[in-house]
């Protein structure tokens, strides 16, 4: 018989939740299952009745950008009883259900293998009483679970993101930024408080991401060794304001705690820094915010490929294993056990809990640990000392390229960074033209300050690629500036100068520095890097407009052509239209062909005749040079008749702008360190031939390619990787993009004969 399966929400909410209700609903329906959503999470399962409902194709849509849950989540105690969870066995054997995805916390998904593990016997005793037929229990012997964490804390082992986390971050930053403007203003210190319960990730991250002064979490309680912490954070946010700082904001996690296992409250703080700098100091406490509202674009993402992948575990699922985690592990969805995810992540919060900090740093993986690192360094007022007889490096840095948001923060990581160690940094303006006509000028520690939330380019760029006599004064700067390295971060204009500048070193010796591409394109083009920084923001900006665009086109039958930028490369157009939930995207890496036009027209037509309202196609602005954005508008506007009308919406620079996203900061700043510390290993090494590389992550690595073998692996037309790993996510988009499937059978009779 066909496979029928349950999906809740369970514990607390976290905004993707819906995005991954729809894609386990329409991922079932597509492999042929059927699906049942259980209300109220647990509470539902119990209770039966309407609470538990057959979903189909449409009841999923136009949630995708929703926050919360739509079928409610609640926390339920009587799940917690071996009566309660015979009762929910009871309501899903009624049902013929024998397979679940539970999107919950680490609680709702002990729950779920509890009752995996106590199914067969549950049932017997069901069969016992008389309750179900032997029949229908002999037919559901096992019961099959895949979980997927929601929450927005982000503090489940074994995957490096849970859903929610991303958008928790956004509101945080968000505030933090608006609160650092008015904290500014009057010179003001703040206490902000964020959620995360044991988990410091939140805070971390944030504090990264806004340049925050000083962060307090779980895991890594402060400890100085000759002064207590409050002295120590005063001094530093003291000397900070001395050397002309305006704001100061300390984040407080919710579950901080000092050596000692005391909480550290956000009251507490508030009063030792009172005390300490002798002012005013305001507390925020964020609260509720930062669970609510839409998704971000990577939430949206995250959720939809998670739930996909669950659904294909549950189907494929032995129930006698163990119940499956799925989580994202280096950019790659991953099938995990589930139990022991819940015990490792138990572990840490038992570690915290009894003091070994060291332990729970461990567990929180190599990525948190060297962010917090990062950060520790990065919230310093004032550089180190050099340190004596270490060479005094000259650091040139500049942008190259479009405007990228995050320039800015790689920038600030990198002077800062640097400045710590010792190095002189030169600010290079406007890209390759500061080098050709010697605009530059030497980085002071404060010259950085608050750049951290700035979006755009404030050391300038351009798409500058030096040639011919160029190449003469780039070298004449380098030396007049004894410069011993530079650091483009940039796009494509700014790699292929770095290229030319390896190819002429034979020529011009003083090109024979090292020189590293930190990838920053909106793009997300670039060889040897997985991300670009800036391409999450354009990401997220083209997802609120187009949710605003489908609002507009809801409301009067209409369908959408958004044309979104990306040059040759599609990832901006089908990674939005994942999270907008697109029918239909174009780009240049598959082609358009009228064949497929024709059928995309058919499929439309299909849609408005069964009650759909509107269309939304996104075009890769560069897809096909002749089946433009007009014409394809064009096109479906004719053929559609009086069914549907067709408008345009190109969606331009804005694209480019805007205050950068968490994300793109953080990547900022982490490949800015990187870069500073290998350098200092080049220059300690001293090889022959100086490198020229492109760095970025690629499969969970931080990795430095050299810019010819980057070269090499880069279409050299099209000016994109010839292996993109967002292309295998295609599959996904498309599925979840048609139209629903069980109405394939009917006849539809066009509104007018298609071509
Ligand atoms: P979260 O899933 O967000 O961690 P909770 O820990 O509150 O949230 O769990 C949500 C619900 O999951 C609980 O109200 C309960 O119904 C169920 N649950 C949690 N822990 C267990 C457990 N150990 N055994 C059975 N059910 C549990």
Redesign the pocket.
């Known amino acids: 018989m066909t496979k029928r399966l349950g999906v809740l929400t ?3 909410d ?1 905004p993707g939740m819906n995005a991954a209700l729809r894609a386990v609903v329409r991922a079932a329906l597509d492999r042929g299952a059927e699906i049942y959503a259980i209300y109220e ?3 539902g399962m119990i209770a039966g009745g309407d609470q538990i409902r057959p979903m189909t194709w449409n009841s999923v849509g136009g949630i995708l950008q929703r926050g919360g849950t739509v079928i409610g ?8 009883t071996r009566d ?2 015979k009762q929910a066995v009871r309501n899903l054997l009624e049902r013929e259900i024998d397979g679940l995805v539970v999107i ?12 995996r593990q106590e199914w067969a016997e549950l049932v017997a005793e069901l069969v016992d009483e008389g309750a179900v037929s032997a029949d229908l229990a002999e037919r559901h012997r096992a019961l099959s679970i895949a979980g997927l964490v ?2 927005i804390d982000n503090d489940m082992y074994g995957t490096d993101m849970t859903i929610g986390a991303d958008t928790a971050l956004h509101r945080i930053t968000d505030a933090v930024d608006a609160i650092t403007s008015t904290a500014a203003s009057h010179q003001r210190a703040f206490v902000v408080e964020v959620m995360g319960r044991r988990c410091g990730y939140l805070a971390v991250m944030s504090a990264i991401a806004t340049g925050a002064e000083w962060v307090l979490i779980p895991e890594s309680p402060p400890d100085f060794e000759h002064e207590d912490w409050q002295a120590r954070m005063c001094e530093v946010l003291r000397s900070g304001l001395k050397m002309g700082r305006r704001d100061n904001i300390v984040i407080v996690a919710e579950g901080a705690q000092d050596r000692h296992g005391n909480p550290i409250t956000s009251e507490y703080v508030r009063q030792a820094l009172e005390d300490g700098l002798g002012e005013d100091v305001r507390i925020t406490v964020l609260g509720h915010v930062q669970r609510g509202g839409s998704p971000t674009a990577y939430d949206r993402i995250l959720s939809t490929i998670m739930g996909v992948e669950a659904v294909d575990a549950v189907l494929s699922a032995d129930p006698a294993t163990d119940s499956l985690m799925i989580g994202i592990q280096n950019n790659k969805v991953v099938r995990l056990p589930l139990m022991e995810c819940v015990k490792k992540t138990l572990e840490i919060n038992a570690a915290i809990k009894s003091g070994d900090y060291d332990k729970a740093m461990q567990l929180r993986g190599r990525s948190f640990r060297t962010a917090f690192e990062i950060l520790r360094t990065l919230t310093r007022a004032a550089p180190h000392a050099p340190t004596p007889g270490q060479k005094r490096l000259r650091i040139g840095v500049m942008n190259a390229s479009g405007p990228a948001p995050g320039m800015n923060a790689a920038v600030r990581a990198a002077v800062r960074l640097a400045a710590d160690r010792g190095h002189v940094l030169l600010g290079i303006r406007r890209g390759f033209r500061g080098l050709i006509n010697d605009d530059l000028f030497e980085f002071e520690w404060m010259g950085v300050n608050g750049w951290a939330p700035m979006g755009g380019s404030e050391l300038g760029t351009s798409r500058k690629v030096p040639d011919g006599k160029d190449y003469y004064a780039v070298a004449r700067t380098l030396e007049e500036h004894r410069i011993d390295a530079l650091v483009i971060v940039g796009g494509w204009s700014g790699y292929e100068a770095a290229l030319r500048l390896y190819q002429e070193r034979d020529n011009y010796p003083a090109f024979n520095i090292p020189i590293i591409c930190i990838p920053a394109s909106i793009n997300n083009n670039l060889p040897g890097a997985q991300h670009s920084i800036g391409a999450d923001t354009a990401l997220n900006s083209i997802t609120e407009v187009v949710d605003k665009i489908k609002q507009s086109a809801v409301a009067s039958n209409r369908c959408f052509v958004v044309e979104v930028m990306g040059r040759y490369c599609g990832y901006l157009a089908l990674m939005s239209a994942i999270a907008t939930g697109a029918e239909r995207v174009y780009l240049h890496e598959e082609g358009v062909r009228l064949a497929d036009l024709q059928q995309d027209i058919q499929q439309l037509i299909k849609g408005f005749n069964h009650g759909k309202r509107l269309g939304l196609l996104i075009r890769s602005e560069g897809a096909n040079p002749l089946y433009t954005t007009q014409f394809l508008a064009a096109l479906f506007e004719e053929e559609s008749g009086d069914l549907f009308n067709v408008r345009i919406s190109v969606l331009g620079h804005l694209q480019q702008g805007g205050d950068p996203a968490p994300f793109d900061r953080i990547l900022a700043v982490r490949l800015a360190a990187r870069a500073v510390e290998r350098l200092e290993e080049w220059h300690a090494e001293q090889p022959d031939e100086a490198p020229i590389v492109c760095m970025g992550y690629q499969h969970g690595e931080l990795t430095f390619t050299p810019i010819d073998e980057a070269m090499r692996m880069t279409d050299p037309v099209y000016h994109r990787p010839k292996k993109q790993w967002w292309m295998d996510l295609r599959p996904v988009a498309r599925m979840l993009a048609q139209p629903d499937p069980s109405i394939d059978g009917v006849e539809d009779e066009p509104a007018v004969q298609p071509l």
């Open positions: 369970s514990g607390g976290a999470g647990y509470r989540t609640a926390r339920c105690p009587d799940f917690q309660g969870r919950g916390g680490d609680g709702s998904l002990t729950g779920a293998n509890l009752l929601g929450s």
